[in-house]
């Protein structure tokens, strides 16, 4: 039997492989060795309980009563605190779901690898922020990490047989989020309602605001480098509205290779959950004929100011992804919580990218993970300073 864990299970992508587990046979087919939830106790109970599972984990401490209570009469052993859910990735299990949302998930991810098993890979922020040791821990314990993003399980795709020196792009698309179509001058004042509806997919809050302003696409980019190890010159951005196409990777013969399917992250969740075969998945049929048309332009660079950062932030290398990462939910904190506005939180970033560089320490090779949550901190610091 195939044992598996879901870090983040309650989240938007924790429901969704939660989703499949089910409908590929549930407790049957799977042992669950661990769950974990950040707050939302009657769901995470809800989930152990269908899953039977051997271990639940809420991330949030002081509700470890509440759980217990919830699983009173089950087999499931019950845990509380961020230590417990890093403790849980050192449980064995042959598939990982690294679903976490932010810099939280990256201890457990990169925990998780030790096994030599699968990690799908839906927290980007893991390799923005520590990209090189989490490769290089998955290649010296032989683990797999399969990108869950949806754009990077598209080239993932799109590369399989394919040798990467022959790749001239990789294209990961964008749908351009909530204020692609609005006039410029009005984004100062979009509000955080404003920002968290996704003209196509049904995702997180951070995210859905992170693709308004693009933040998201930025990290995606950082990933893209990280995960397929490509020149950062060679991974590009296309504003494509109707979120179909996924990915494009451009060879040197002039031949591009995309991906296709709707927008809905069950496939790429699937894919990894089945990975090297593919399972019927429960995911609408594209009918191209009824779409018609497909569109493309290039991102506007005034309005997504996020992406040159990322360029800046691939230059830098080093520490400069952890310390955009923290700068950015710092900044995405404030502007949810109404201390900023929208267009406040590529400022904060840009600053606190400026303050670190120039004590010259951005650029340095994090030899682990305690560098990366140290300057994590640091850069958390610095934004609310500048914030204040
Ligand atoms: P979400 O906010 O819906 O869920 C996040 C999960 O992490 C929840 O279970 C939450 O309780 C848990 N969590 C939050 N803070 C935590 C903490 N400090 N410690 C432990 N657990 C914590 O987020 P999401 O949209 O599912 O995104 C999860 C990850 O997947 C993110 O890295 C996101 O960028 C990535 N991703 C999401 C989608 C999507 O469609 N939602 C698509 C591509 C990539
Ligand atoms: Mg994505």
């Known amino acids: 039997m195939r044992s598996i864990s ?12 939660f989703d499949l587990l089910m409908r590929q046979g549930g407790p049957e087919r799977y042992r669950t060795v661990a769950l974990t939830g950040g707050r939302n106790v009657a769901r995470l109970a809800e989930q152990a309980r269908s899953l039977k599972a051997e271990l639940a984990v809420i991330a949030e401490a002081r509700l470890l009563p509440d759980l217990r209570a919830a699983l009173a009469g089950t087999a499931t052993e019950c845990a509380g605190g ?5 403790e849980a990735a ?7 779901m690294s679903g976490i949302v932010g810099a939280a998930g990256l201890a457990p991810g990169f925990r998780a690898l030790s096994h030599g098993s699968v990690l799908a890979l839906a927290n980007k922020e893991s390799l923005v922020t520590a990209g090189p040791l989490l490769m290089a821990r998955a ?9 869950v993003d949806s754009e990077h399980s598209a080239v993932f795709q799109a590369l399989l047989g394919e040798n990467l020196a022959t790749v001239e792009h990789i294209t990961i698309t964008a749908s351009g989020g909530a204020f692609r179509d609005w006039p410029m001058e009005r984004l100062a004042a979009a509000t ?18 992170d693709s308004a302003s693009m933040f998201n696409k930025a ?12 020149d950062p010159d060679r991974v590009e951005v296309l504003v494509h509205p109707e979120s179909l196409v996924h990915a494009l990777v451009g060879f040197r013969d002039g031949g591009m290779i995309a991906h296709l399917g709707a927008p809905d992250m069950r496939h790429a969740i699937g894919y990894a959950l089945n ?14 004929a009824r ?7 290039n991102p506007d660079p005034a309005r997504y100011p996020a992406l040159r950062l990322a360029r800046e932030v691939m230059r830098i290398g080093g520490l400069a992804g952890a310390s955009f990462n923290a700068a950015k939910e710092t900044a995405l904190d404030a502007f949810i919580a109404g201390r900023i506005r929208f267009t406040d939180m590529a400022a904060v970033v840009e600053k606190v990218l400026d303050r670190l560089s120039a004590t010259g320490g951005l650029g340095k090779v994090p030899d682990s993970i305690d560098m990366v949550l140290d300057i994590d901190g640091q850069a958390r610091r610095i934004a609310a300073e500048t914030m204040q």
């Not at 050192?90 to 990982?96: G, K, L, M, T, V």
């Open 6 to 17: 879901v870090f983040g299970s309650t989240g938007s992508i924790g429901e969704s492989t």
């Open 90 to 96: 050192e449980r064995p299990a042959d598939w990982i």
């Open 219 to 230: 990290l995606e980019v950082i990933e893209a480098k990280e995960f397929f190890g490509i």
């Open 275 to 288: 990975w090297p075969d593919r399972a019927h998945l429960p995911i609408a049929r594209l009918d191209l």
């Open 192 to 209: 955080v309602a404003e920002a968290s509806c996704h003209p196509n997919w049904a995702m997180g809050q951070r995210i859905t605001i």
């Open 291 to 297: 779409i018609g048309s497909l569109t493309f332009r």
């Open 139 to 147: 290649r010296k314990h032989g683990a797999t990490i399969l990108p």
């Open 82 to 86: 961020p230590m417990a859910v890093a």
